[in-house]
């Protein structure tokens, strides 16, 4: 860069010929060519640049264009903050910043970059600021690294928060509690265990032995697990002890010199696992003791024609070599329905289930005198065509066979019931997990999707205000617009698979919404397929969101057409129901379409389950209407054959009180809403993403609002203790901290009584936010909005026409 100085044109600018420059001004450049640091120096009101070879670096593609040009022009992107440098430094003032991000074109496009900037003014021979030097480290690597560190500790944070398991993180040979998720405080019963110790927080656990599980991995650095491990847990209430099963790891911490420094917690409570499992024990145990029981009934017993033979409940009974009954006792026509005229003679083996028939044929065939005795079960036919299951004891004695069969048949229902429940429990534990995590995902992916929407939105609005329409932006920003409201609409999908979407629930007259979109599924389905209505009148109402019932059943008309593609017949049903449980309301969507396999029936509700050729269904339907139906309170039925159709039963709650009418509620007019604001008004937005906080803040600034921002509900709650006006309060629901949004508007509300609140979430925290029971002021904006959408609901609870 020296030899460029030298060999530059200076004649051409303001500074004139080298040979002309004062001495300060050849000082200064003389000192600046020999800095390895990025400087630039700018001198004269123009701020014409001269820099050394670590700038010249800095400046990419744009040096060597830079050098002799003013600043303004040579950095135009970054114009007003030039001026403002050369304003201060000239003045005699100095800058600095840290991390500061400028948008620059240095490589052919523009891009953002981070440096740490000082500006300092050089003073000429008659005392006065002639210039300004800059000093220049760029910073944008470490930005970026503790950027996506941050991001990466926030991503672990989540994970932790939302796992469907336990864990903790204790330090020290003491285990002081440093961590402990949702999922550990459950377990505990216990809020408040951070920063305490598992002694001070946790005398029971201590007593049943888990601190000296603690010590000796802290002590050893050996992990150590357990399964359906059983903690009773002492509620610090004084309530009722509470019997824990859990399976758990007790993980090692150790820093880089390999001393352990505390140990990770972490597990699953197992409970109904254990309670199932326990329950199964006692039901084999029982069995054991009934065949052994039986076993000796049957060895005490001589079969002789007296009272045992002739009044017990067992049957008893011999057959020959080739398994014809020989003598049967009463207790065959009381358990099967045939006389003992009907039984003699008759084969055994030809009254046994088909199933069955192999496996006991060669129980049969393999008992000998030597056998001490034979027991199975198998299911014997009944005269009227039933099964009953029969549990035999028999012997051998020359080539008679003794047996003895007692009925079964109660206590297999019974364990077949118990098996159901432990495979319905575990798809509701399954589905329970992975509701949570979907729901999580759909919250964080709803937040990306609002920054993404405003800031499409912003780029639109300003390309509109400036009268820029020759760059053909406009597509491209239409289709990024139309992604985006794809991806809304998916996370939707998901929130009502995880149950967590927002409802606008109502009382809803089911028939009369049905009867509204009939014209529309006829013309859904096509003239191929025969729609009967059969609509039930006065059937009573339900509270229910009809938009999502409206999606529930056009979704459902979709698949029974897709079953159907060469035609049949679909028929929409309303009906009311009396149940045990209370009376309901029906809705049933019956096809004589090709139908669905058991295989397939019992895997329809699960989430991203399709048949559909790829790219013709995302799996979601079926769960998405599942999660609606019970997140209203009731339930969903489907019975399909295969070549016979499908049902699908649709029920719900009935409601005492009259249906809304089609229409809903009335709507606020734009020109109700938007009436112009007042410069004075003052906003507080709290969200923990930064992009949006950026939005909401650009678009209300724009309107004329002062606009305060906070980063978590701590933050924003400093912020509303203080002196400053505050109109309203716009906060996200689900909030890290610990505070979350709707805590957060409480607090504020019991010190500014009137403060106006809106409600911005990426999913329906419905019991944070109170199942949709407001107080009057507050409203519910859910992400991804349209911007119009946002100044609509500010304007309108400011000016108190927010419906309460």
């Keep these: 860069m020296a030899l460029r100085v030298r060999q530059f044109d200076w004649g051409a600018t303001p500074l004139g010929p080298i040979h002309q420059w004062p001495s300060s001004l050849r000082t200064t450049v003389e000192y600046m060519l020999r800095s390895p640091v990025a400087k630039v120096l700018l001198w004269g009101v123009d701020g014409v640049m001269i820099y050394n070879d670590g700038y010249a670096d800095f400046a990419g593609t744009r040096h060597p264009s830079l050098l002799g040009s003013k600043v303004r022009e040579g950095w135009p992107e970054v114009a007003d903050f030039n001026d403002n440098v050369m304003r201060v430094g000239l003045a005699g003032g100095t800058l600095a910043y840290q991390d500061r991000e400028l948008v620059l074109r240095r490589h052919g496009r523009l891009e953002s970059g981070w440096m740490n900037l000082y500006y300092s003014p050089v003073i000429a021979e008659d005392g006065k600021p002639a210039g300004v030097m800059a000093v220049v480290f760029e910073t944008t690597q470490s ?232 027991r199975v079960p198998n299911r014997v036919r009944h005269k009227d065509g039933s099964y009953r299951w029969i549990s035999w004891v028999a012997v051998m004695e020359g080539e008679v066979i003794y047996g003895m069969g007692r009925d079964i048949t109660t206590e297999k229902i019974a364990e077949k019931e118990l098996e159901s429940a432990q495979a319905a429990l575990r798809q509701s534990q399954k589905m329970e997990a992975l509701g949570q995590m979907t729901g999580g995902v759909a919250h964080d992916f709803n937040n990306l999707l609002a920054s993404i929407t405003g800031s499409l939105e912003l780029v639109q609005l300003r390309l509109e205000r400036a009268g820029v329409s020759d760059l053909n932006v406009e597509p491209l920003i239409r289709v990024a617009q139309q992604s985006a409201q794809r991806g809304a609409a998916l996370t939707q999908r998901l929130l009502a698979f995880a149950r967590q979407q927002q409802l606008d629930p109502r009382p809803t007259d089911i028939s009369r919404l049905v009867l509204g979109l009939e014209d529309l599924i006829r013309r859904t389905v096509g003239p191929h397929i025969a729609v009967e209505v059969a609509c039930q009148e006065r059937i009573g109402s339900t509270q229910i969101d009809p938009a999502q019932l409206e999606s529930a059943l056009l979704n459902l008309t979709i698949n029974a057409r897709d079953a159907m593609p060469d035609g049949g017949r679909l028929r929409l049903e309303t009906l009311d129901e009396h149940e045990p449980a209370g009376d309901y309301v029906t809705l049933r969507v019956i096809d004589t379409g090709v139908g669905m396999s058991p295989e397939v029936l019992g895997r329809a509700c699960d989430p991203f389950f399709t048949t559909k050729p790829l790219g013709q269904g995302t799996g979601l339907g079926l769960s998405m209407i599942q999660g609606f139906v019970h997140q209203s309170g009731g339930h969903m039925q489907l019975q399909s054959e295969i070549g016979r159709g499908t049902t699908v039963c649709l029920r719900f709650p009935r409601h005492l009180g009259d249906a809304h009418p089609e229409s809903g509620p009335a709507a606020k007019s734009n020109e109700e809403l938007q009436t112009p604001p007042h410069q004075r008004e003052s906003v507080l937005v709290i969200d923990d993403e ?25 933050e924003g709650l400093e912020i509303l203790k203080s002196t400053a006006d505050i109109d309203l309060l716009i906060t996200d629901v689900g909030l890290p901290g610990g505070l979350n949004g709707r805590e957060v508007a409480n607090l504020a509300r019991a010190m500014r009584p009137d403060l106006k609140v809106l409600f911005a979430t990426g999913y329906a925290e419905q019991s944070l936010i109170g199942k949709g029971h407001l107080d009057a002021g507050m409203l519910v904006l859910r992400k991804p909005f349209p911007l119009e959408r946002l100044t609509a609901a500010v304007r309108g609870l400011l000016d108190g026409v927010d419906g309460g």
């Design 143 to 374: 930005v970026l690294a503790r950027r996506a560190l941050q991001d990466e500790r926030e991503q672990l944070r989540q994970l932790f928060e939302q796992a469907p398991t336990f864990m903790a993180l204790m330090q020290g040979p003491e285990h002081r509690i440093v961590l402990a998720n949702p999922g550990y405080r459950r377990l505990v019963a216990r809020d408040q265990v951070v920063g305490r110790t598992i002694a001070e927080v946790l005398p029971d656990a201590v007593a049943q032995g888990y601190l000296r599980q603690l010590d000796e991995v802290f002590r050893t650095g050996k992990a150590y697990s357990a399964t359906s491990a059983r903690y009773t847990v002492a509620p610090p209430d004084g309530g009722p002890a509470l019997e824990r099963w859990i399976d758990f790891v007790l993980q090692p911490l150790k820093d880089v010199d390999g001393r352990v420094t505390g140990v990770f917690v972490e597990g699953a409570d197992v409970t109904a696992r254990a309670e199932s499992e326990a329950a199964m024990r006692a039901t084999e145990a029982r069995l054991r003791e009934l065949n052994a029981d039986l076993e000796r009934q049957v060895l005490e017993r001589s079969f002789t024609r007296g009272q045992v033979w002739r009044l017990s409940p067992d049957l008893l009974g011999s057959v020959d070599r080739h398994a014809h009954l020989l003598a049967v006792n009463p207790a065959w026509s009381r358990v099967l329905g045939w006389s003992e005229e009907e039984l003699r003679g008759k084969d055994l083996l030809a009254l046994l289930h088909p199933d069955d028939l192999e496996m006991s044929r060669a129980a049969f065939y393999s008992i000998d005198a030597s056998t001490p005795a034979l």
């Design 690 to 714: 930064p992009g949006i906080r950026e939005v909401i803040a650009l678009v209300l600034g724009e309107e004329g609002y002062r606009v305060i921002e906070a980063a978590d509900g701590h």
